[in-house]
């Protein structure tokens, strides 16, 4: 089946600093979408992306669905201690089931 | 709007024992899927369904039987649990994948713990 490589696992960063994380798939898209996880709760989106090249925001979350259907990049700016969590990526084509990636976990050194 | 809702939260389990999972969604979304989330590790996919009467297999289906007798519902089984069952069941829905309002979105959890 399709997979979605996601990276990095994991980030170790102060308060302050910008993020960037990204994924990558064996085949195109037609969707991604940007979720993050906090401790104890489901997963909640964050950002949906449905043309190529497309660039969104949300607050200081950026997120671009790659020229060639094939990868997604998130982006988060002067990051704060509520960012903490996991973050996953999700891809879709019409009519097909959702593939998640593997997430990345962001901690946040005091 | 309640959105997606698991029940029960929690539950502990004794090896070869049955249960049911409930899954109950009140946006009309054609689309359903139970995942697991084991400790560090991502969402794998259960089962889905892509819409009343029907289940399909996901990544890691063994141990595990679906039901989606009525739209809003989508029911996981455990018929015998072992303790490689221990996870946490995740449930999200969605609409019928397009180029639009294909998110979806996931219930609150359900820890089990097989013992």
């Known amino acids: 089946g399709q997979q979605l490589n996601q990276s990095p696992q994991s980030m170790f960063i102060q308060e302050g600093e910008d993020v960037s994380m990204n994924c990558t798939s064996s085949?195109?898209?037609?969707?991604w979408l940007w979720y993050k996880q906090d401790p104890g709760e489901g997963p909640v989106l964050l950002i949906a992306?449905?043309?190529?090249?497309e660039l969104t925001s949300n607050g200081r979350l950026t997120a671009q669905f790659g020229i060639t259907r094939k990868d997604s990049f998130l982006n988060i700016s002067a990051s704060i201690p509520s960012d903490v969590g996991i973050y996953f990526c999700?891809?879709?084509?019409?009519?097909?089931?959702?593939?998640f990636g593997t997430g990345t976990r962001l901690t946040i050194i005091p | 709007n309640a959105g997606v809702t698991q029940t029960p939260k929690f539950r502990v389990l004794k090896t070869g024992q049955s249960m049911t999972l409930l899954c109950a969604q009140d946006?009309?979304?054609?689309?359903m899927y139970w995942y697991r989330q084991d400790p560090g590790m991502g969402l794998r996919l259960i089962h889905y369904?892509?819409?009343?009467?029907?289940?399909a297999k996901g990544e890691v289906p063994d141990g595990y039987n679906v039901s989606r007798l009525k739209k809003q519902n989508f029911l996981l089984g455990l018929e015998s649990a072992a303790p490689s069952q221990t996870s946490v069941y995740f449930c999200?829905?969605?609409?019928?994948?397009?180029?639009?309002?294909?998110?979806?979105?996931f219930g609150q959890g359900t820890r089990l713990t097989v013992v």
């Open positions: 999200a829905s969605s609409y019928r994948g397009g180029v639009w309002n294909t998110e979806a979105f």
């Open positions: 085949s195109i898209f037609n969707t």
């Open positions: 992306l449905y043309k190529a090249g």
């Open positions: 999700a891809g879709q084509l019409p009519m097909e089931k959702l593939t």
């Open positions: 946006m009309n979304h054609e689309y």
């Open positions: 369904s892509v819409g009343e009467g029907t289940t």
